[in-house]
């Protein structure tokens, strides 16, 4: 039984429990508040920390969760390209190359979805790590290692807590066997952690926040984007989401050096902001998937002329898409993503490098 097949036999009135919200103009003063971590610093100058709208984090424009009535509507309404994706045989091209938890070259490699294995000056990131099946969500291509395979990872990078990008079992699995691995995490995320992994050592930031890093040789900065956040029915926005911006200084052995994980996000002027904050962007890894029925993901999820945009927006020199071929979430088939990126970069409408690495290559930064 499919999504479309399972929704449809539930009860209307099981959907029907959409929770009541109020918009961040209506707000009384003294009912928001505002959220950091008081032991990181603030890079962003008068930043007063994360709105809090009683115990929900907003942002402006206010980007909430569709209601249920909006996610009947889209499941049982026919997809337009449903021939196309049953006829499509999308598959990834995947290396299984176990020396890069090894190896002390700098690099980048794509593990699936929002997955990336990055290692700057010697210190190796995972991101948002999902290499479990999730419930309900067809998976089109499988990752090229099983969780149980990562090794020597220094820092764990989670970026909110939708299930497509903090896995329980993949989690729980590597800090077992990365003792030494230190998860960055957005604002009130501990709960979530530690009944995942209660031995597990983390910073937990808000927006425009510096993580205290062990090294010199490696700044990480939580940073925003156009999202929201839930795992379930009553927990809405009650922890933060984000994205993350990578760079090693110029006194590092290797210099200068920057690279953006966007993370999940809907297009939003953070793109442009992010770029005056940080005007010499190497690579930015960008979502380029999820992102039809528009009514139902534009607010949260960019398509790939939007990645495009935002990519010119950070004026970065590469571009690297993610968010796409591994779990199938949307209506749109998998390969569109891809060959609607290389048509773009062959009419020159991208203003920069095109790198679309198949899973597990090694790519040298």
């Given at each position: 039984m499919?999504?479309?097949?399972l929704?449809?036999?539930?009860p209307?009135a099981?959907?029907?429990?959409?929770?009541a919200y109020?918009?961040?103009?209506?707000?009384?003063p003294?009912?928001?508040?505002?959220?950091y971590n008081?032991?990181?610093?603030?890079?962003k100058?008068g930043w007063r920390?994360?709105a809090?709208?009683?115990?929900?984090?907003?942002?402006q424009?206010?980007?909430?969760?569709?209601?249920?009535a909006?996610?009947?509507k889209?499941q049982?309404?026919?997809n337009?390209?449903?021939a196309e994706?049953?006829?499509?045989?999308?598959?990834?091209?995947?290396?299984a190359n176990p020396?890069?938890?090894?190896?002390?070259?700098d690099?980048?490699?794509?593990l699936g979805?929002s997955?990336?294995?990055i290692?700057?000056?010697?210190?190796?990131?995972?991101t948002?790590?999902?290499?479990?099946?999730i419930?309900?969500t067809?998976q089109?291509?499988l990752p090229?290692f099983q969780a149980?395979?990562?090794?020597?990872?220094?820092?764990?990078l989670?970026?909110?807590?939708?299930?497509d990008h903090f896995d329980?079992?993949?989690?729980a699995t590597?800090l077992a066997?990365n003792?030494?691995?230190?998860?960055l995490?957005?604002?009130?995320m501990?709960?979530?952690?530690r009944?995942t992994?209660t031995?597990a050592?983390?910073?937990?930031?808000?927006?425009y926040q510096?993580?205290a890093?062990k090294d010199s040789a490696?700044e990480?900065?939580?940073l925003p984007a156009k999202?929201?956040?839930?795992?379930?029915?009553?927990?809405?926005?009650q922890?933060?989401?984000?994205s993350?911006?990578?760079n090693t200084?110029?006194?590092?052995p290797r210099g200068a050096?920057?690279i953006y994980?966007?993370?999940?996000t809907?297009?939003?002027?953070?793109?442009?902001?992010?770029?005056?904050?940080?005007?010499h962007?190497d690579?930015a890894l960008?979502p380029?998937?999820?992102?039809?029925?528009p009514?139902?993901?534009q607010?949260?999820?960019?398509n790939?002329y939007?990645?495009?945009?935002?990519?010119?927006?950070?004026k970065?020199?590469?571009f690297?898409?993610m968010?796409y071929?591994?779990f199938?979430l949307s209506?749109?088939?998998?390969?569109?993503?891809?060959?609607?990126?290389?048509?773009?970069?062959q009419?020159g409408k991208?203003?920069g490098?095109?790198?679309?690495?198949?899973l597990?290559?090694?790519v040298k930064?």
């Amino acid at each position: 039984m499919n999504r479309r097949q399972l929704l449809a036999a539930l009860p209307t009135a099981a959907l029907a429990g959409t929770l009541a919200y109020h918009t961040y103009e209506t707000m009384q003063p003294n009912t928001i508040s505002y959220e950091y971590n008081p032991k990181l610093p603030i890079i962003k100058e008068g930043w007063r920390g994360n709105a809090l709208v009683g115990n929900q984090f907003v942002m402006q424009p206010l980007t909430l969760p569709k209601s249920f009535a909006d996610i009947l509507k889209w499941q049982l309404s026919p997809n337009p390209q449903k021939a196309e994706k049953k006829a499509e045989n999308f598959k990834l091209q995947t290396e299984a190359n176990p020396d890069i938890f090894t190896s002390k070259e700098d690099c980048l490699v794509w593990l699936g979805h929002s997955s990336f294995l990055i290692r700057l000056n010697g210190i190796t990131l995972l991101t948002d790590p999902v290499y479990s099946p999730i419930p309900l969500t067809k998976q089109l291509n499988l990752p090229p290692f099983q969780a149980k395979a990562i090794r020597n990872i220094d820092y764990l990078l989670i970026s909110h807590d939708h299930r497509d990008h903090f896995d329980e079992a993949t989690i729980a699995t590597i800090l077992a066997n990365n003792p030494q691995a230190e998860v960055l995490m957005p604002l009130r995320m501990e709960n979530l952690l530690r009944s995942t992994y209660t031995q597990a050592k983390f910073q937990m930031a808000g927006w425009y926040q510096t993580f205290a890093i062990k090294d010199s040789a490696l700044e990480i900065t939580y940073l925003p984007a156009k999202h929201w956040c839930r795992r379930g029915l009553t927990d809405v926005n009650q922890i933060l989401w984000g994205s993350f911006m990578i760079n090693t200084p110029k006194s590092s052995p290797r210099g200068a050096y920057t690279i953006y994980f966007a993370a999940d996000t809907g297009y939003h002027t953070h793109f442009a902001e992010i770029a005056t904050m940080f005007p010499h962007i190497d690579i930015a890894l960008m979502p380029v998937g999820a992102y039809k029925p528009p009514f139902i993901m534009q607010e949260v999820h960019t398509n790939p002329y939007e990645a495009v945009q935002g990519f010119h927006d950070l004026k970065a020199k590469t571009f690297i898409p993610m968010h796409y071929g591994t779990f199938d979430l949307s209506d749109e088939p998998a390969g569109e993503p891809p060959k609607i990126l290389t048509t773009l970069h062959q009419e020159g409408k991208l203003n920069g490098l095109l790198k679309m690495p198949y899973l597990g290559e090694v790519v040298k930064v």
